[in-house]
């Protein structure tokens, strides 16, 4: 079955603790990209990569960093998370950068830092 | 930074009345998109549109994109209580890794 599969699904976690949210999909999809949602402010894109070892910077990627070293994982690293950082993440992959592929979607890791 | 804006952002309505959903920018997108999300779940789309001007139909779904490229709708024709959902539009540019989201439109549909 094609997916994006994020894990974990739920983490509560302390100020300072290093994490790191995996993503990874079966599709052999180019391009993935990492979203936080919070209420009222839909998805924010925190980093997407157009290929392998190609990354890039979305609008709120301050206090994250991601890696590409294979097709199919896409891991964000959150160093020292901070309460701010407490969101539901989405993990996402499409064919090609290009705007007319489908994005599928992981189903969400909420993570809570305290 | 390209901006989307989505209106209304709640909207409570009885089974079989109709709907329209708003998505505008100042910006030009190459393509724009629109998804559903239910609760606990990843978006899941539901259309693309790419050209100015351009209709596309989805059951009782209607989506259309602006001809300048800046804004579109969904038209939700006798909704129905499972059309309750998060409505995403998002817009992207052609080989650009950047995608901008809407804030959302929160529907309910009441039996």
Same mark, same amino acid.
């Given at each position: 079955?094609?997916?994006? +599969?994020?894990?974990?699904?739920?983490?509560?976690?302390?100020?300072?603790?290093?994490?790191?949210? +995996?993503?990874?999909?079966?599709? /052999?999809?180019e391009?993935?990209?990492?979203?936080r949602?919070?209420?009222?402010?839909g998805?924010?894109?925190i980093?997407?990569?157009? /290929?392998?070892?190609?990354?890039?910077?979305?609008?709120?990627?301050?206090?994250y960093?991601?890696?590409?070293?294979?097709?199919? /994982?896409?891991?964000?690293?959150?160093?020292?998370?901070s &309460?701010?950082? +407490?969101?539901?993440?989405?993990?996402?992959?499409?064919?090609? &950068?290009?705007?007319? +592929?489908?994005?599928?979607?992981?189903?969400?890791?909420?993570?809570?830092?305290? | 930074?390209?901006?989307? @804006?989505?209106?209304?952002?709640?909207?409570?309505?009885? @089974?079989?009345?109709?709907?329209?959903?708003?998505?505008?920018?100042?910006? !030009?997108?190459?393509s724009?998109?629109?998804?559903?999300? @239910?609760? $606990? @779940?990843?978006? !899941?789309?539901? !259309?693309?549109?790419?050209?100015? $001007?351009?209709?596309?139909?989805?059951?009782?779904?209607?989506?259309?994109?602006?001809?300048?490229?800046? #804004?579109?709708?969904?038209?939700?024709?006798?909704?129905?209580?499972? #059309?309750?959902?998060?409505?995403?539009?998002? $817009?992207?540019?052609?080989?650009? $890794?950047?995608?901008?989201?809407? #804030?959302?439109?929160?529907?309910?549909?009441?039996?």
């Amino acid at each position: 079955e094609a997916q994006v +599969t994020q894990n974990p699904r739920y983490l509560i976690t302390v100020t300072g603790k290093k994490l790191t949210v +995996t993503c990874s999909q079966n599709m /052999n999809h180019e391009y993935m990209s990492w979203y936080r949602q919070d209420p009222g402010l839909g998805l924010r894109q925190i980093y997407y990569s157009m /290929n392998v070892e190609v990354t890039d910077k979305g609008d709120v990627p301050e206090g994250y960093k991601v890696s590409r070293k294979e097709k199919r /994982n896409f891991p964000l690293i959150l160093e020292s998370p901070s &309460p701010n950082q +407490t969101s539901l993440y989405f993990c996402a992959s499409s064919l090609t &950068p290009r705007g007319d +592929t489908e994005a599928f979607f992981g189903q969400g890791t909420r993570l809570t830092v305290v | 930074t390209q901006l989307l @804006e989505q209106s209304p952002q709640f909207l409570s309505i009885q @089974e079989g009345e109709n709907l329209t959903v708003y998505c505008n920018s100042s910006s !030009v997108f190459s393509s724009l998109q629109w998804y559903r999300q @239910e609760p $606990g @779940e990843g978006p !899941v789309l539901l !259309v693309t549109v790419v050209t100015g $001007g351009e209709v596309k139909k989805l059951k009782r779904l209607t989506f259309q994109f602006g001809d300048a490229r800046k #804004d579109s709708s969904l038209h939700i024709t006798a909704a129905q209580p499972g #059309d309750t959902g998060l409505y995403l539009c998002a $817009g992207r540019n052609t080989n650009a $890794g950047k995608s901008t989201f809407g #804030d959302g439109t929160t529907l309910t549909v009441k039996p």
